[in-house]
């Protein structure tokens, strides 16, 4: 190549040669991009998140709600691990548990044209997830304790809850079945404090959302209902924070 190259400037007019000089320019254009291993192949990993949020409140006022009170919960566990195919790149399985309860005491919106009156009013539900996951790892500059991490995961699930109503002084009640269906890509950084133990923080950035809820009122009368959603937004409260432990293979460099 570099033969013909001098061969065809040697025989080619100033234009042709100002045109093959850029053409050459290009060529040689590096932006000095290094890569970096940030995470070797034959490595393991294992993690976790968990969170807890509690609430309660008694004849609170918030805009043109009066009297709200009442009392709930939510808590989430998580538990993941991987392997490394290949440098700065897994694969690995998720499973997700998340509990809620809320109670309604008492809550009345009084306006010109709503009026809204609940109380004595529970709900509690559970659900869990299974998840399959793949990542790209890719370093900060060259930096070795500094990544991104790009995971995009499938997930499938379901749950049971149940509702218990009685505003109206009749107990009514709801149990209702739960199956969940979702893709996503998220996103998130890797910190390593130590050779092998990492802080890890993640979004839920783009996904999409299948749910469907199958319902029996009372042991006699059946209901369903399903959502499904796509999104493409910056969800801050669907932030993950969790600590992860890396484990080097039997041909792995420690890090």
């Not at 004849?59 to 490394?84: I, M, P, Q, R």
């Not at 709900?123 to 790892?137: A, K, W």
Request: charged content about 20%; some cysteine.
């Amino acid at each position: 190549k570099t033969f013909m190259l001098i061969n065809a400037f040697n025989h080619a007019n100033d234009a042709q040669r100002a045109e093959l000089q850029k053409w050459v320019d290009a060529q040689e254009f590096d932006r000095g991009i290094e890569s970096t291993t940030f995470v070797p192949k034959g490595f393991k990993f294992v993690g976790g998140t968990i969170s807890y949020t509690g609430m309660s409140g008694e004849n609170y006022k918030f805009l043109s709600f009066e009297d709200v009170g009442g009392n709930g919960y939510n808590t989430a566990l998580s538990l993941f691990g991987g392997y490394f195919l290949k440098d700065d790149f897994a694969v690995g399985g998720r499973f997700a548990y998340n509990r809620t309860k809320i109670q309604i005491d008492n809550l009345k919106l009084d306006s010109d044209d709503i009026t809204v009156d609940v109380h004595d009013y529970y709900n509690i539900s559970h659900t869990y997830m299974f998840s399959g996951f793949i990542r790209q790892y890719t370093s900060i500059g060259k930096s070795r304790k500094y990544g991104m991490i790009n995971e995009l995961r499938i997930s499938l699930g379901g749950g049971q809850g149940k509702n218990l109503d009685n505003s109206d002084g009749l107990n009514v009640g709801s149990y209702q079945g739960i199956f969940k269906f979702e893709v996503g890509f998220c996103p998130g950084m890797c910190i390593f404090f130590t050779n092998n133990i990492a802080l890890e923080t993640s979004i839920n950035l783009l996904g999409f959302t299948y749910t469907r809820y199958s319902q029996t009122h009372n042991q006699v009368e059946t209901g369903k209902f399903s959502t499904t959603s796509a999104n493409f937004k910056l969800n801050l409260l669907s932030g993950n924070l969790g600590i992860t432990f890396y484990i080097p293979g039997k041909a792995s460099p420690a890090k």
